[in-house]
Every structure is written in structure tokens, then in C-alpha cells.
């Protein structure tokens, strides 16, 4: 097993500088003006990346993911530590920065595609691949400044994952372009990691990284505060969103909210495909408190199945140790293990006050001959 | 390692492939190297550079040697009709020294504000930021050959013979004059960055600089004696510029002395050196702009680092 990326010990100071002057008139009437301070955006960070292997990097904003990203890519150099790539590296940052409006579509492939460090005639290979990914054939050599943002976009994220680097970093990207589209990305990170390359994912969401990401680096105020298997270092992620949370707002630091099981009457969670099941979490608060119940459901590849709505079900907790019913009429799972996350968010339905990442792990046994998550019991007639 | 056939038949072992490290600061030694390896993109910003510039005008490129030969006329109309400079031939005399003076001119100055109009990508993606200060050069090359295209075609219908004893010194004369220019770009578009007024600053001290050089007039005729008589000689030529377009005249324009045509006096258009002059200044020269492009790659390696949070 080779290391694609090395990040080794890295930190970065970014100086600040608070009303300092940029003209030359400026800077000479004023030489002392303005202070700096110092601001850490990286403090020691080390992890690595296998061949192969997908790892999320996920933080929320301000966490010092997007640095981190730009020093792996090269285009900030840290103040202390090393980083090591192997091969070569695409980054899917920011689509499109290289790409000149006054040139053509197909121009800018070729000079987007040197900017990533690929020859013209690797770009000659591919091109065709280029264009056809992107579906803008008839716009080709129109200049890109006539492009709607998502041909724009398009275009770029073709050229990107089409020069076949060796690793990919992607950042935050998979959200443009209309929902079609995006599927046919998600579709050939899934190949490039058939393909045994190295995928860098950077995001805030929790579902994307469930979905693709083997393993995940949690990144909070610069530090890093986990690496390790991707439910594993959610877990943690969702529970430092909770304690940030607990000290920023008021209302929440004074509810001390808990949930402290999950349990079904008959003491398992073995259900069968279409029969109902019903199972009660307590939820220990030290105050009264209103908000809402959600549940989410995930398969174990990390697929969100369901997530109840964050507005709709009410709860009002007493002090106490308060007990939840949670029913389900009839479970349209098919055969499978799924994870269960239960909690309690406020009554806007924005802030997470309560957290249990994986309470319980359903069972589902399912005798019929359909395959896949859901049952949607088809029938088919012909005339 | 479970990889699909089809996909690894096709690619070469990632353990043999080259490890890149970015760490705080790169030395000398890698930066250059970093910059010949990248040397495919410098063609293709180049190559864009100068399609930009001419995209959606009718002449295009053409535009690359018409706007110089109409500078070319202006001079000539002021210097030589207006002004009666007396220099024989002084169309071939302006040209020769004017296509130095052009190249360091158009580089310098669109090469200084480049980093800072291309901050986006500057901010975004990883390669050598001097680069887009060198393609700016590189376009000024493009542009310089078309306009020795044109000053050869101009000795042609003259039936001017060049130098052909000098002839070898040119291409020596050209490198250093790649060097210093990319030197000056190179740094510009660094400190540019930290101290933007350079933009407006730098198009003065070009303009100054072109007047410190003998392009449109003879240094020989009109400025050697009082200069020597000031003791000035010495810091008129620290002007690196003024020993290449020496050389490019002694080469196009041959004559060094001349009767003028109107008064018929004699007049020195050029100094009067030997070959060993020439060559002992351009060897001397070359040395001196490897140097500087060295010490301007090293100097923009430590304006680099913080372009990040400048920008």
C-alpha cells in the first residue's frame, strides 16, 4: 500500500491585518498604522491518505478544512510541518478559476488541463471524453463567456475528474449543477474508486462523507480532532456540533438534554420486512424543554433511508427521564442491517440539542425475492 | 490491491510515480526546477495571452506589428522631420533600437498588474505564480519576432547590409535581454501585490527609462560628450537596456559615422568600438542578467508566501 498524501505535523498562521494601508501614499503618511495579529488556522494537523482509500475531511465553516485543502494543493505553503504527494493530484477546487472567458470551451480545456499540470497531447486522448461528460458538444468553441454557470461548471468538473489523476480532491463541489448531473459525478467518484485511486473529500456534509468516504478527518478550530472510520469520527463530529452549540446559545447550555437508550418491548431489534415495529428512547432532561424528535435511518453502506420531519413532531420534555414512543406501521425495508440515530432539536428545527448517533442497529429479515433497500412491491400486467 | 483489469493495465505503479512537497519555503534549486516543469504551461498562458489580446478585432495579430510601426512613424515624424536629428537612414536607426526597447516595455508593463488581475486564480490553483509574469514576457518574444520579421523584410527592400561580423553577438544580446526582462516582470508582479501604486509608478519609470536609452536619439552624437564632461558616463550605463540596444544598432544600422544629409557635417550615430568591445560587453552582460534573473526567482519566492492573504 502506497501513501498518496502525507500531511505531516502542518500548521499554518494566516497574519491579520486590521485597517492597514495598500497605496503608497498611504503607507508613507501612515508607516505604523494598523495592528497585526496573529491567527492560527492549522495547529499540527498529520494524517495520511492510502492509495485507493476515500477519506472525508469534514469541519464546519471556519474549521480550517478549506487551508488545509489549499496546502495540499499547493497554493498556500504552511508555516511549519511538510505535506507529501505522490503522483499527481486534480483538485476540484473552486471549478472554473482557470478558465479565461475570452477563450472557447475548447481552448480552456487545454489550458485548464496544463494548469493541472497535463500535457497537450494527454489532453488530445481524452477530449472527446472531456465533452462528452460535460454534454455542451453544439458550445465547444464558443467562447466561455456566453456559458450559463452550469455549462461553466460542467466543463470544468469534466476536465478535472477526465485527466485521470491520481488522486482527486474535492471540495464542496458535488453541489452544483442540477440534480442529474450531480448523480453522474457521485457516479464517477464511485469509479475512480474502483479504480484504486485516492479520493480527498472536503465538506460539511455528514451524508456525503457517510456515503463515499471509507474513513474521515474531523478538523475543528485547526485542530484536528478525529481520524478514523468515517461513523466513528462523525460520531464525534456530531457531538462537538452539540457542545459548540451548548456554549454559543443560551437557551441550549441551560438544557442539559440526553439520550440515554433506545429499547423495544421485546428487547431486540430484529423486525420483519413489513410488519410493525415500535420502540421507546428516554431522553433524561434536566429542565423542561420543547423542541422537535427526529429519527434518521441509514443502510450500512451510509445511505440516508429516512429522515423524519425536523418540524413536525413535537416533544415536550419534563425534568427527568422522559420516554418517547416512536411507532412505524409497516416497515418497507428490505432485507438488511440499518442504523438508527435518534435526537432532540429545537423547536425551529435548526439547532441539535440532543444527539445519539447509531442508538441501534435494526435487523430487517424479508422472505419475498426483492432486492435492494425499499420495497415497492411492483406488479406488472400486460395487455 | 483489488483494481479493476481494466483500469490498472493502464496505469503505471503509484509507488514509482514522484513525490511533490510543499513545505514553508522552496529553495532556489527547486523553484526552478518547478518552473522547467511546467514549461508546457507557460506556452499554453503564452499562447492564450496573446489570443486574448487580439480576440474580437478585426486585424488580430496583425495589430502586433502595425501599432509598433505606427510608434515607428510618430518618432520619425517628431525626430527626424520635425526635430531634423540629422542621422542618415533614421527610419533603420529608430527600428533597430525600437525592437529592443519594445519587448522589455510591453512585458514590464502588463507583466506588473498580472498577478493581481489574476488573483482568482491565483488563489485557487497550484503552480508557479511567476509563470503568469513570464508568459507575459513570452507574448513579448512573439511580439518581437514579428517585428524582426519585419525589420528584416525593411533591410531586404533597403538593400542594407547588416553586420555579418557581428551577426553571432545577436543571439547572445537576445538572451540577456530575456533574462533582464523577465527579472524586472517577474519581481514587479510580486511587489506589485504588496504595494499596488507600482502599476502607475512603474508606467513613469518606463517612460523616463526609454528617454535614459538611446533609441530615438544617437549616444554617440548627442550625449557622450556631456555626459563625459559630468562624469556621468558610469551611470548611463547601468542602464543594462542601453548595451543591448548598442549592440542591436551596431548590428542593423552598421554605420558609425556618417555625413548628415542636411548640414553635411560628420556625425557619430555610433561609438566608435572594435568587435572586442562588443563582445567583451555582452559576455559581461549575460553573466550579470543570469545573476539577477537568480536573484529575482529568489526575491519573488519570499514575496510568494503571503500573496494568499494579500490578495
Same mark, same amino acid.
Given at each position: ?19 492597514? %494601508? ?5 503607507? /508613507?503618511? %501612515? ?15 498529520? &494524517? ?23 496546502? !495540499? #494543493? ?21 471549478l472554473g478559476a482557470g478558465f479565461q472567458p475570452e477563450l472557447t470551451g475548447r481552448e480552456n480545456v487545454y489550458l485548464y488541463g496544463s494548469m493541472l499540470?497535463f500535457?497537450r497531447?494527454?489532453v488530445?486522448?481524452?477530449f472527446?471524453?472531456i465533452v462528452?461528460?460535460s454534454?455542451i458538444?453544439?458550445f465547444i468553441d464558443t467562447q466561455v463567456k456566453f456559458y450559463?454557470?452550469?455549462m461553466y461548471v460542467r466543463l470544468a468538473f469534466a476536465v478535472a475528474?477526465n485527466v ?16 442529474? &448531473?450531480?448523480?453522474? #459525478?457521485?457516479?464517477? !467518484?464511485?469509479?475512480?474508486? *474502483?479504480?484504486?485511486?485516492? /479520493? ?12 463515499? #468516504? ?21 460520531? !464525534? ?14 437557551? *441550549? ?25 415500535? &420502540? ?14 427526529? /429519527? *434518521? ?39 438488511? /442491517? ?36 425499499? *420495497? !415497492? ?7 | ?36 516543469? =511546467? =514549461?508546457?504551461l507557460?506556452?499554453s498562458l503564452?499562447a492564450s495571452d496573446?489570443k486574448i489580446?487580439?480576440k ?7 495589430? $502586433? ?23 542618415? +537612414? ?18 514590464? +508593463? ?11 486564480l491565483?488563489?485557487?490553483v ?95 552624437? $548627442? ?52 568587435? $572586442?568591445?562588443?563582445?567583451?560587453? +555582452? ?22 508566501? +503571503? ?5
Amino acid at each position: 500500500m502506497t501513501t498518496t498524501i502525507e500531511v505531516d505535523n502542518v500548521s499554518k498562521e494566516f497574519k491579520l491585518h486590521h485597517g492597514r %494601508h495598500q497605496s503608497l501614499k498611504e503607507r /508613507i503618511l %501612515h508607516p505604523g498604522a494598523g495592528t497585526v495579529e496573529k491567527f492560527s488556522a492549522l495547529e499540527n494537523v498529520s &494524517f495520511s491518505v492510502q492509495e485507493g482509500e476515500t477519506v472525508g475531511l469534514v469541519g464546519h465553516n471556519g474549521s480550517g478544512k478549506s487551508t488545509l485543502l489549499k496546502t !495540499i #494543493c499547493g497554493v498556500l505553503q504552511p508555516t511549519s510541518g511538510q505535506i507529501r504527494v505522490r503522483g499527481s493530484l486534480a483538485a476540484l477546487l473552486e471549478l472554473g478559476a482557470g478558465f479565461q472567458p475570452e477563450l472557447t470551451g475548447r481552448e480552456n480545456v487545454y489550458l485548464y488541463g496544463s494548469m493541472l499540470g497535463f500535457s497537450r497531447k494527454m489532453v488530445d486522448v481524452i477530449f472527446d471524453d472531456i465533452v462528452a461528460f460535460s454534454e455542451i458538444e453544439q458550445f465547444i468553441d464558443t467562447q466561455v463567456k456566453f456559458y450559463s454557470s452550469g455549462m461553466y461548471v460542467r466543463l470544468a468538473f469534466a476536465v478535472a475528474v477526465n485527466v485521470n489523476p491520481d488522486t482527486l480532491v474535492v471540495d464542496e463541489v458535488l453541489a452544483v449543477g442540477d440534480e442529474r &448531473f450531480q448523480a453522474k #459525478c457521485i457516479d464517477r !467518484i464511485r469509479r475512480f474508486q *474502483e479504480e484504486g485511486r485516492s /479520493i480527498l473529500l472536503v465538506t460539511h456534509n455528514a451524508d456525503q462523507v457517510r456515503q463515499l #468516504c471509507q474513513r474521515a478527518v474531523v478538523l475543528d478550530g485547526g485542530k484536528m480532532i478525529a481520524d478514523g472510520p468515517t461513523q466513528e469520527s462523525l460520531r !464525534i463530529f456530531r457531538e462537538h456540533l452539540l457542545e459548540d452549540a451548548a456554549t454559543h446559545e443560551t437557551i *441550549e447550555s441551560s438544557a442539559n438534554i440526553q439520550v440515554t437508550s433506545v429499547t423495544t418491548p421485546s428487547g431486540t431489534f430484529d423486525v420483519r420486512s413489513g410488519s410493525g415495529m415500535h &420502540f421507546d428512547v428516554s431522553v433524561a432532561s434536566e429542565t423542561a424543554f420543547s423542541g422537535n424528535f427526529v /429519527i *434518521e435511518l441509514f443502510t450500512r453502506s451510509g445511505l440516508l433511508v429516512s429522515r423524519s420531519d425536523a418540524q413536525a413532531s413535537p416533544v415536550n420534555l419534563r425534568p427527568g427521564v422522559n420516554t418517547i414512543g416512536v411507532d412505524v406501521a409497516q416497515l418497507p425495508l428490505l432485507a438488511g /442491517i440499518y442504523d438508527l440515530n435518534v435526537g432532540v432539536v429545537d423547536s425551529r428545527g435548526s439547532t441539535v440539542v440532543a444527539w445519539s448517533e447509531k442508538a441501534a442497529s435494526l435487523e430487517v429479515t424479508y422472505d419475498g425475492r426483492e432486492s435492494g433497500i425499499v *420495497e !415497492i412491491g411492483a406488479t406488472i400486467h400486460q395487455d | 490491491m483489488n483494481q479493476p483489469a481494466s483500469a490498472s493495465s493502464e496505469r503505471r505503479s503509484l509507488a514509482d510515480a514522484p513525490i511533490r512537497v510543499v513545505s514553508h519555503r522552496a529553495s532556489l534549486l527547486t523553484r526552478l526546477k518547478n518552473l522547467w516543469g =511546467r =514549461r508546457e504551461l507557460l506556452v499554453s498562458l503564452t499562447a492564450s495571452d496573446i489570443k486574448i489580446k487580439y480576440k474580437n478585432s478585426t486585424l488580430g495579430f496583425f495589430w $502586433s506589428m502595425l501599432s509598433p510601426a505606427l510608434t515607428l512613424g510618430i518618432y520619425f515624424m517628431v525626430f527626424g522631420v520635425v526635430l531634423k536629428s540629422g542621422i542618415p +537612414n533614421f527610419a533603420l536607426y529608430l527600428f533597430s533600437g525600437l525592437v529592443v526597447w519594445n519587448l522589455f516595455q510591453t512585458s514590464v +508593463n502588463t507583466a506588473t498588474g498580472v498577478i493581481v488581475d489574476r488573483a482568482g486564480l491565483v488563489k485557487k490553483v497550484s503552480f508557479p505564480r511567476e509563470i503568469l509574469a513570464l508568459s507575459n514576457v513570452g507574448a513579448g518574444v512573439v511580439y518581437f519576432c514579428s517585428q524582426m520579421l519585419v525589420l528584416t523584410v525593411v533591410l531586404l527592400a533597403m538593400r542594407h547590409q547588416p553586420a555579418w561580423g557581428f551577426m553571432w553577438l545577436l543571439p547572445l544580446s537576445f538572451v540577456s535581454l530575456y533574462l533582464i526582462t523577465a527579472s524586472v516582470a517577474v519581481l514587479m508582479s510580486g511587489i506589485t501585490v504588496y504595494m499596488r501604486d507600482m502599476k502607475h509608478l512603474m508606467e513613469v519609470a518606463l517612460m523616463l527609462w526609454f528617454w535614459l536609452t538611446p533609441v530615438v536619439y544617437s549616444y554617440s552624437n $548627442s550625449m557622450a560628450a556631456q555626459l563625459k564632461s559630468h562624469g556621468l558616463l558610469a551611470i548611463y550605463f547601468f542602464n543594462p537596456i542601453t548595451w543591448i540596444v548598442l549592440t542591436f544598432q551596431r548590428i542593423f544600422y552598421v554605420t558609425q559615422v556618417a555625413v548628415s544629409p542636411k548640414t553635411t557635417t560628420m556625425i557619430h550615430v555610433l561609438p566608435n568600438w572594435p568587435l $572586442s568591445t562588443y563582445v567583451e560587453m +555582452n559576455v559581461a552582460l549575460l553573466g550579470f542578467s543570469i545573476i539577477l534573473f537568480f536573484v529575482a526567482e529568489s526575491l519573488f519566492g519570499r514575496l510568494e508566501v +503571503n500573496f494568499e492573504s494579500e490578495l
